[in-house]
């Protein structure tokens, strides 16, 4: 059996996928990139025999979130277990626990379990503070991150090191894999739109793991004033970038399955524009559409839920597209971002005035206003990914002096 697209062709040439009906395999469509599939690996976190005497009789901040665990046990009760005197812990965008909300503001607290104060760097303090870091001998860094330049545990990355560099704290990275870390692509980011969803000149996909981009802020002197951090990686054992990589706790709330870590870097432009990427769904960023939308076999209704209170559409029927079987396949069978969504969406909105609805925001997550003039410009996706070569060889360039994985060709 094939697997049958259907496509819709509006009055421009961009054609746009409604329907996937998977009645095949992926092998139907396009040609692997031939990961490497049931691959034993080792997170850093799990090489306690790399880094565990490095922790002995020093105070210790952990910058962790859910996903920081050695199997089961999260890695701060290993730390206490093991005898490692921890003293604090530093939290992310979602928060210890993972269950906030993109952008919710999240309070400094207790940790129930261990006692230890939690210092939220999500909100006002996005940086530790110099009294924060006071008495402390070094901090260990070890989150879950999905590859994409506007996924904000980077960001926080980058923060940490600052802070540290300015402290004199020693940095101590455990290396996770990174799930897209098969491909590089998507537009560099233009220092004039910097935020904390874009910190760098990277692009959208750099397709590093958090050491090795760690390891290029501190190179590239990206850190305020070009200051530099004492910086260790530890890193995974058995994971290449020619290697696949099923994240085994979901990163965060939105992103709750390999399918939706996928789809992200090619859907989370939409959250500039008046299309629900279905959050307040239980499909969460495999899915798109929005109450006026013209066409698409699916739908769905919003709902304030964790992770996703208020989402956009609440309690509203919205009309799209299923992206799911999409997702399981295209991106690992080509390694590209997917603009055709994004095009397609623009060209038969009946409201192509206020489509781009939050224009500053679509800018930053594009790391430019480029991307968002182009698509109203009526370009090609061909023309788009085209400005994008010149940025994209160079980064590749500046990438590989940093890796400490093999690449993919």
Not at 14 to 37: F, H, M, N
Not at 129 to 157: H, K, N, P
Not at 278 to 301: C, D, K, N, S, W
Not at 376 to 385: L, V, W
Request: hydrophobic letters at 40%.
């Amino acid at each position: 059996m094939q697997l049958k697209l259907r496509y819709i062709l509006p009055a421009v040439i961009v054609p746009i996928i409604l329907l996937i009906e998977k009645q095949g395999t992926s092998q139907d469509l396009a040609p692997s990139l031939d990961l490497k599939k049931n691959v034993e690996i080792r997170t850093g976190a799990m090489c306690t025999e790399l880094y565990f005497d490095k922790l002995y009789n020093k105070k210790i901040a952990l910058v962790a979130n859910h996903t920081s665990t050695i199997g089961p046990v999260h890695l701060a009760d290993s730390l206490l277990a093991a005898g490692i005197d921890l003293k604090l812990l530093f939290t992310p965008e979602h928060g210890l626990r993972g269950e906030a909300d993109a952008g919710e503001k999240v309070g400094n607290s207790i940790d129930s379990k261990t006692g230890l104060a939690i210092i939220s760097l999500y909100g006002e303090n996005k940086k530790p503070r110099a009294q924060q870091l006071e008495g402390i001998d070094m901090v260990v860094f070890d989150i879950q991150d999905v590859g994409a330049r506007f996924y904000t545990y980077i960001s926080t990355l980058h923060y940490v090191m600052e802070a540290c560099a300015e402290q004199g704290v020693p940095v101590l990275v455990l290396d996770r894999p990174n799930p897209n870390g098969f491909y590089v692509d998507g537009p560099i980011l233009n220092k004039n739109y910097r935020s904390f969803v874009g910190m760098h000149p990277v692009p959208v996909v750099h397709g590093m793991s958090v050491g090795e981009y760690a390891q290029m802020i501190n190179g590239e002197k990206w850190l305020l004033n070009g200051v530099q951090c004492a910086l260790e990686v530890i890193p995974c054992q058995g994971w290449d970038h020619l290697t696949e990589y099923r994240c085994p706790i979901p990163p965060s709330p939105n992103l709750p399955n390999q399918t939706a870590i996928y789809l992200y870097p090619s859907l989370c432009f939409f959250e500039g524009t008046l299309v629900s990427v279905g959050r307040g769904t239980e499909f969460p960023f495999q899915a798109i559409g929005y109450p006026q939308h013209p066409v698409g076999m699916l739908r769905f209704t919003p709902v304030s839920k964790t992770g996703a209170k208020k989402p956009l559409y609440e309690g509203r029927e919205c009309r799209g597209h299923d992206l799911r079987a999409f997702g399981e396949f295209y991106f690992t069978s080509t390694g590209a971002l997917y603009l055709d969504w994004l095009l397609g969406m623009y060209s038969i909105s009946p409201d192509k005035a206020g489509f781009f609805n939050s224009p500053d925001f679509f800018d930053k997550l594009a790391g430019s206003d480029q991307l968002r003039k182009d698509i109203i410009a009526g370009k090609s996706i061909e023309e788009i990914r085209s400005s994008w070569k010149e940025g994209l060889e160079g980064f590749r360039d500046l990438r590989s002096k940093y890796l400490l994985y093999e690449d993919f060709k």
